[in-house]
């Protein structure tokens, strides 16, 4: 396994080299997410594959409940607004 160095805190290994947002180590499969720590473990690439098509589609849902949660705001302040 490549790694790079130094560990990061609080960690006994090295950080796993990744070029990939899918990494494994140890036999169990991880992604890396911006928000947030990395998800995982996973028992296969596919798995967590799987996983992150999951978590993307929750967050799509939420983004489009945000949305319109807003523009339902807007519209009911706006007349407000005018003064």
């Not at 130094?6 to 990494?23: G, K, M, Q, T, V």
């Not at 995982?40 to 799509?60: F, H, N, R, T």
């Not at 339902?72 to 003064?83: A, D, E, G």
Request: overall charge positive; charged content about 30%; glycine content about 4%.
């Amino acid at each position: 396994m490549n790694a790079y160095k130094p560990n990061r805190l609080n960690e006994s290994i090295a950080a796993p080299f990744r070029n990939d947002r899918f990494y494994c180590i140890k036999d169990e499969w991880f992604f890396a997410i911006r928000r947030g720590g990395d998800q995982g473990p996973y028992p296969s690439k596919v798995a967590a594959q799987d996983a992150l098509k999951k978590l993307i589609a929750e967050e799509l849902r939420h983004e489009r409940r945000v949305q319109a949660e807003r523009q339902l705001q807007n519209t009911i302040l706006k007349p407000f607004n005018r003064y």
